[in-house]
């Protein structure tokens, strides 16, 4: 893969080879590999350099799940059942006198 940089300046080829990488791979892991950076490296860089990730998805498919998100639906039943009686309590048992 060639690259090739408008200017001599560090933080530009920096975050383009950033990018890039990340472009290539899909994720962090691939991204930090093909750079030979630690994740937590590159995660430093895409906050350094302002990069947007994971670069937001377009296309009818997630057209169609965002709207399936975003429907209203009415809510269930709580998962717990209402008690319906007072709950027992047990009184501490008197010690024994075996004599």
Request: with cysteine; proline share 6%.
């Given at each position: 893969m060639t690259i090739?940089?408008?200017?001599?300046?560090?933080?530009?080829a920096?975050?383009?080879?950033?990018?890039q990488a990340l472009?290539?791979?899909?994720?962090?892991v691939g991204a930090a590999m093909r750079l030979g950076i630690t994740r937590h490296s590159l995660k430093r860089r895409i906050l350094k350099h302002d990069i947007s990730w994971p670069i937001p998805r377009t296309g009818p498919a997630v057209a169609l799940f965002h709207a399936a998100?975003?429907?209203?639906t009415p809510l269930g039943a709580p998962h717990t059942a209402p008690r319906t009686s007072a709950?027992?309590?047990?009184?501490?048992s008197a010690p024994s006198q075996n004599q």
């Open positions: 090739t940089l408008q200017t001599f300046n560090l933080a530009d920096e975050r383009t080879l950033c990018e472009r290539t791979e899909g994720t962090l998100a975003t429907q209203s709950p027992t309590v047990l009184a501490p």
